[in-house]
């Protein structure tokens, strides 16, 4: 499990539009780069990171070997019932991970 | 001028002069103790995002860093956590105190090399390798605590 930061708001007010902030610890080891050696490493890169309101995707983004290691991604959604916001990272090697937070809409 | 008139002069400057100096002394002393960090002069936006963990990198090597502190490599060697305990306590202020003299093997010593030492001589370890994922996460958990309050 990769360790993640997020910072979504706890609450919020019907139709507000708030920021959300997803950080995760990913190398995202791009395949072109040579180490001392000569040998170039594999790609290993997340590729397509959802977020879900209450099961309906909300953002998505697909990444490319050109985001850097550990991507931070900002994006905004609008408030609309109280919920559960699930964020979803897919890569290479079977990368997988999945985390919620709860936000509550009055 | 004769020779004592000469030295009197020479005299009456010399107090004139040690007196302004002591003043100017004084003034040099009260700005060095009012130490202001530039975080104060910044905006509110600005202190908003230095106070942004969740948006700070390195935040992802504290928090390998605090699982590190509290693992327990094997049932004789104590965890950094047993002797330590809450680093948000006791590590206050010990990474703005390095590098210090050490005492031990008469030389400067940085704060990884202290880790390092204090696991080879309290947790019978390895050093961990410089610049290592484990070595660089402890450091900066204990660096995490490094100013006072803020």
Known sequence: ?106 | MTGLGRILRRLGAGVAASVLGLSFVGADDARRTEKRSGFDDMSRETQAVQRDDTANPGMLWVGEGEALWNRKDGAAAPSCAECHGDAAVTMRGVAARHPAFDPATERPIGLEARINQCRRTHQGADALAWESQDLLAITAFVARYADHGR
């Open chain 1, 1 to 106: 499990m990769a360790r993640v930061l997020i910072n979504a708001p706890r609450t919020a007010r019907r139709g507000q539009i708030f920021e959300i902030r997803a950080l995760i610890q990913h190398p995202m080891e791009t395949g072109y780069r040579p180490d001392a050696a000569g040998e170039v490493a594999p790609r290993d890169i997340i590729r397509r990171f959802v977020c879900a309101y209450d099961g309906e995707e909300v953002f998505a983004a697909e990444l490319s070997p050109a985001v850097s290691a550990n991507p931070f991604l900002v994006f905004t959604a609008v408030a609309a019932e109280s919920g559960t916001l699930s964020f979803t990272w897919t890569g290479d090697n079977g990368f997988s991970q999945t985390e919620t937070r709860p936000i509550a809409v009055e």
